[in-house]
């Protein structure tokens, strides 16, 4: 398998991991009907996203920590929410990429989680 290594592979990865996220029975819910995401222009804001944080690129403008306080005021966000995004953001990585650009998303992704599930949920 490769490493991730371009924008391309970037959006290979968001692709396909939402697209596991949209048919998961525990978190579609709070991106289709809570958040009601739009998926045309919410995919290459996570492109932005994560090619920033792999390979450094400073082409993302957000504020993901407000997004997601005011994801939660809508919609409780729970530990098993944290711990599903997480789960299927590390088997899609696994299942279509190796190396050590991919080793860099797998750790930002555990904690990316871990802090946003703290200043939601204090827990």
Same mark, same amino acid.
Do not use: C
């Given at each position: !398998?490769?490493?991730?290594?371009?924008? &391309?592979? +970037?959006?290979? !990865?968001?692709?396909? =991991?939402?697209?596991?996220?949209?048919?998961? $029975?525990?978190?579609? %819910?709070? =991106?289709?009907?809570?958040?009601?995401?739009?998926?045309? /222009? /919410?995919?290459?804001? #996570? %492109?932005?996203?994560?090619?920033? +944080?792999?390979? *450094?690129? *400073? &082409? %993302?403008? @957000? &504020?993901? #920590?407000? $997004?997601? +306080?005011?994801?939660? @005021?809508?919609?409780?966000?729970?530990?098993?929410? =944290?711990?599903?995004?997480?789960?299927?953001?590390?088997?899609?990585?696994?299942?279509? =990429?190796? @190396?050590? &650009?991919?080793?860099?998303? $797998?750790?930002?992704?555990?904690?990316?989680? #871990?802090m946003i599930q703290l200043k939601?949920? @204090? %827990?």
């Open positions: !398998m490769k490493d991730l290594e371009s924008r &391309n592979d +970037i959006a290979q !990865m968001v692709n396909t =991991f939402y697209e596991k996220v949209k048919a998961d $029975s525990l978190i579609s %819910y709070l =991106f289709t009907d809570v958040a009601q995401v739009n998926w045309e /222009h /919410h995919l290459p804001v #996570m %492109y932005d996203f994560w090619e920033s +944080i792999v390979f *450094g690129k *400073g &082409n %993302y403008k @957000g &504020n993901p #920590m407000q $997004s997601h +306080i005011q994801l939660h @005021g809508k919609s409780p966000l729970k530990a098993e929410h =944290f711990s599903r995004w997480l789960e299927l953001f590390q088997s899609n990585l696994k299942e279509h =990429f190796s @190396g050590p &650009n991919t080793e860099i998303a $797998s750790q930002r992704a555990q904690s990316i989680a #871990m939601t949920s @204090g %827990y």
